[in-house]
């Protein structure tokens, strides 16, 4: 019987087929959905800021994408005995509007920037996205198929 795990904010869960990962709540943070095909196996992080650099306090690291993506992606390769991921990406809305155009208040933009990078550097490919706009997301992630599920309030689903 399936399970539906569920991930909060700064938070990431790996689990396998036939459960299903979900996170609610993707408003700037970004959610990675990142999965072992042979194994069935997944991982689903919710993160919410870009980089730890100017952070003292670091004991909740997968808040932030420098330091949860090398994480959990080495725990899912270890785990799945897989090296080749699969990753698909939903979030990072502007969900406010500034009269400043600084980069510094597009925490949105930048969270999907430093995703970019992290998985580049991992050398993983996103296979889909649905990533900036002005609202909010939901991600549910199928496990046997890879399917993953995008809802934004009054709006159509999409599938990555």
Not at 140 to 159: A, G, H, I, Q, S
């Amino acid at each position: 019987m399936s399970e539906q795990i569920k991930v909060g904010i700064s938070d990431y869960k790996l689990t396998t087929a036939p459960n299903q990962l979900v996170t609610i709540g993707l408003g700037s943070c970004v959610g990675i959905a990142l999965y072992a095909p042979k194994a069935k196996m997944g991982a689903l992080s919710h993160i919410m800021l870009p980089d730890s650099t100017s952070f003292s306090d670091k004991s909740n690291w997968p808040k932030f994408a420098d330091l949860a993506l090398p994480k959990i992606v080495d725990e899912l390769r270890e785990t799945a005995k897989e090296e080749k991921l699969l990753v698909k990406i939903a979030g990072g809305a502007s969900m406010f509007t500034f009269s400043s155009e600084s980069s510094i208040l597009q925490i949105g933009q930048r969270n999907i920037e430093a995703v970019r990078t992290c998985l580049d550097d991992l050398d993983l490919t996103i296979l889909s996205e649905h990533v900036g706009g002005k609202m909010g997301r939901s991600m549910f992630v199928d496990l046997d198929t890879f399917d993953v599920k995008v809802r934004m309030v009054n709006r159509e689903e999409f599938v990555l």
